[in-house]
């Protein structure tokens, strides 16, 4: 609750994200911001535009280097990561498209790329490449 109030005080959420590169306040106050609702969105993690979380920032966890295009929609408890195995053949981020939809529940691992106009549905799990305007 606190850190609600902080974070509108300070222009929001995605501002204090965009700040907290740079700052060590803003890093602070965005962490005990994701800490509070559950989630990991790192701040390395490249967006084109601030995307819609329809249910709030609540346990979404986005890794390191992950890229995600405009109009993006990301629901609740969304897994969005590389995998960081020594020998796996997938290591890397994912990178999505424009206008994807990502419904609640959903993973998306490893060096894979999603396409523009995607909707994935809940809880799918996703380990390869998805071409535009696709339905998983």
């Avoid at 890093?27 to 601030?50: K, M, P, T, V, W």
């Avoid at 994912?94 to 206008?99: A, L, R, S, T, V």
Wanted: hydrophobic fraction near 40%; include cysteine.
């Amino acid at each position: 609750m606190f850190s609600r109030v902080i974070v509108k005080l300070l222009g929001g959420v995605w501002n204090v994200k965009l700040k907290g590169k740079r700052s060590k306040f803003y890093r602070i106050i965005y962490n005990y911001y994701q800490f509070e609702h559950g989630s990991a969105i790192s701040l390395d993690a490249a967006f084109e535009s601030e995307p819609l979380f329809p249910r709030g920032m609540k346990q979404i966890v986005i890794g390191n280097d992950v890229k995600v295009g405009k109009n993006c929609v990301i629901y609740q408890q969304v897994t969005i990561d590389g995998t960081l195995l020594p020998n796996d053949a997938a290591k890397g981020a994912p990178k999505i498209g424009d206008n994807c939809y990502i419904y609640p529940g959903a993973k998306i691992i490893g060096d894979i790329e999603i396409g523009d106009n995607v909707i994935i549905s809940p809880n799918a799990v996703i380990t390869k490449d998805v071409p535009s305007n696709s339905h998983v």
